[in-house]
């Protein structure tokens, strides 16, 4: 006989009974484990259900597609992503961008699967998946330009023009994330190399911005 709280599956793995909030963040956990090792065609339904415990069409009830379960999957790794590097208006503006890289840095190594499966959806083929991606992407790097350009009103940055310092900011986020994703999967070097090392490259590419 099942213990109270559970019933059992077809499987034979205990139905643990959640709330509707709790159920729907276990099911995006599994997800983000999944489309990290794999492609969106190489993850089954089916599979998410047993590792979660329920039935197939407990799962269809929270998403009713597999489409919508991965587009839900990438939205909230991106958006807790953004969650954890907010910048804190009680830091002072120098110290904002690095305080981010610190946060990011950390979230990487929390959620490392969550960051893969984030980041697989720039190769995914369907066209809103790519969207939420690129939006998601896009409030990171706003964000960052809006510090440098407060550190350049400040005095603590010489800044670039505007439409370089975007294109900077642009491509040490993709710098970024390619170091970091290689730092996971390596397990090498330390974090505070990595972090010397990705400071090292803002700091050449908004040199680069401005010509010097």
Do not use: N
Request: charged share 30%.
């Amino acid at each position: 006989m099942a213990r109270s709280g559970t019933r059992g599956t077809r499987t034979g793995r205990a139905r643990t009974r959640m709330g509707t909030e709790e159920r729907r963040r276990q099911l995006l956990r599994i997800g983000a484990e999944l489309f990290a090792e794999r492609p969106f065609d190489d993850v089954w339904i089916e599979e998410v259900a047993e590792r979660a415990g329920v039935s197939r069409g407990l799962l269809y009830h929270y998403f009713p597609t597999k489409r919508q379960f991965y587009a839900a999957v990438i939205r909230h790794e991106g958006e807790r992503l953004l969650r954890m590097t907010e910048p804190d208006p009680a830091t002072p503006v120098g110290r904002q961008v690095q305080q981010g890289l610190d946060a990011y840095l950390v979230y990487a190594e929390e959620h490392a699967r969550g960051l893969r499966a984030f980041h697989r959806a720039s190769a995914a083929g369907d066209r809103e998946i790519h969207e939420i991606h690129q939006q998601l992407l896009a409030e990171q790097e706003r964000r960052i330009v809006t510090v440098l350009d407060a550190q350049a009103a400040a005095g603590l940055l010489d800044g670039p023009a505007p439409a370089a310092l975007r294109l900077a900011v642009h491509g040490w986020l993709a710098f970024v994330t390619a170091a970091v994703l290689d730092w996971l999967e390596r397990g090498e070097p330390s974090r505070a190399e990595v972090r010397e090392v990705c400071t090292a490259a803002l700091l050449g590419a908004l040199a680069g911005a401005r010509g010097d």
